[in-house]
């Protein structure tokens, strides 16, 4: 299991033991059973019958805390979003250019989509349902203008060209999801390594926005 997926599952097994203590632990059990579903065969498979086996619990136990399948899987979204955001911050704190907190953003979210791909697939490409898509473009958003900050912020600090910083964060953010795509890919075979496809998009990327060859 990958580092991203230990993380995500270790946050929602301790919060479904602590939660148990108090008596409560239904709803985080369901979060937890969820996340390890999809884990193992993704979206499709990480059915009702499937997350309360996971869970221990009754089939109708998750409708009493979620209205639906898809409202369990937009809360559980949410929370692997906030994990990514809190793991590109951390590692953007760690530099000191613009340039190089960009670098450090593109770079771990790369990183960890790769080293999770059967779960971030299921979370950010495979169809589902209209609740858990609005989610998805809620998180993309927050991410453009994120990256739009730090594009501003090189710009003012002369370290790439004048350019409409929204504009250029979309492009960014548009072409790593899509170089992503074949990869994460459930049927991809892969013939190039992960560390050659994060440098190669963290590359793309650089240019994109006319930073100086590294």
Known sequence: MSVAATELLGTLAAEAAAAQGRGVGTRAQLLHAAAEAIEEGGYVAASVAAISEHAGVATGALYRHFPSKSELFVELFRRAAEQELEAMHAAAARHGTNLEKLDAVLRTYATRA????????????EPVDPLVDVERLTYRRRYREEMAGLIGEAVAAGEIPAQDADLSAAAVVGAMAEALVGPLSPAASQHVSEAEIVTAIVELCRRAIGAPAR
């Not at 790769?114 to 490409?125: E, F, I, S």
Request: no cysteine; net charge positive.
């Open 114 to 125: 790769l080293a999770t791909r059967r779960l971030t697939w299921a979370l950010v490409y």
